[in-house]
């Protein structure tokens, strides 16, 4: 199993410009999020899917959108970006949000917005 | 809303000391997780306490839930260099989702 994966690694954009973060898992987890992780904050949670067709609002969700047509990816798109969305972005996935089970992170994208 | 802080916020220590950080919930939890992530890395899943008062350890590694459910702690005993990197609490109410904690970065000098 590839675990959990996240395209670009690294992406310069301009402000103003939109783009998608791409992630895919292979372990057939239901659950799905995106993370924001800046320096001194943790990570915030933007997103989150509970399945197929099903997504809902994190803490910080202005600025992005997302989408779950399948089981397997969960693209993050930044649909005009602005330099307060320079951050490292973070998937990950879980079999379950209700049961509390171990959610698996993937390697990360590193996002500089100029 | 829920909020998870973490302190302290950087802990360095020579190799060999023990180190803790803690967890404090705004609100009650109904379980919580600790990850580790390394420098440039990723997030980690270490463990996952569910009941009240309890008590896990992972060889060098202890955690524990507060009787009350609202804060736990991590400590390491004889820390090594190998312990280095940032360490998060994420906390769940009910059904809802996961909050993580601020986190605690470690640095172990040898």
């Known amino acids: 199993n590839a675990g959990v994966t996240q395209t670009p690694k690294f992406q310069v954009l301009k402000t103003g410009q939109s783009m998608t973060l791409q992630c895919a898992q292979d372990?057939?987890?239901?659950?799905m999020s995106w993370y924001r992780q800046d320096p001194g904050m943790g990570l915030r949670l933007i997103h989150y899917?509970?399945?197929?067709?099903?997504?809902d609002q994190g803490e910080v969700p202005n600025g992005y959108n997302v989408s779950r047509s399948t089981t397997e990816d969960f693209p993050l798109r930044l649909l005009s970006a602005a330099p307060s969305q320079t951050s490292v972005y973070f998937c990950?996935?879980?079999?379950?949000?209700?049961?509390?089970?171990?959610?698996?992170f993937g390697p990360g994208t590193r996002l500089t917005v100029t | 809303g829920q909020q998870v802080m973490q302190i302290p916020q950087y802990q360095h220590v020579q190799e060999g000391e023990d180190f803790t950080t803690y967890c404090n919930s705004s609100?009650?939890?109904?379980?919580i997780q600790w990850y580790k992530q390394r420098p440039g890395g990723h997030p980690v899943f270490l463990i996952q306490?569910?009941?009240?008062?309890e008590v896990k350890k992972q060889k060098r590694l202890t955690f524990q839930f507060g009787e009350a459910k609202k804060n736990s702690s991590l400590h390491i005993t004889a820390t090594q260099t190998t312990d280095v990197g940032t360490y998060f609490c994420?906390?769940?109410?009910?059904?809802?989702?996961?909050?993580f904690g601020t986190g605690t970065k470690l640095q172990v000098i040898p």
């Open positions: 990950a996935s879980s079999l379950t949000s209700g049961e509390g089970y171990e959610q698996y």
């Open positions: 372990m057939n987890h239901e659950y």
């Open positions: 899917s509970v399945g197929a067709g099903i997504t």
């Open positions: 609100t009650t939890l109904s379980n």
């Open positions: 306490l569910v009941k009240s008062g």
């Open positions: 994420a906390g769940r109410r009910g059904y809802q989702k996961v909050t």
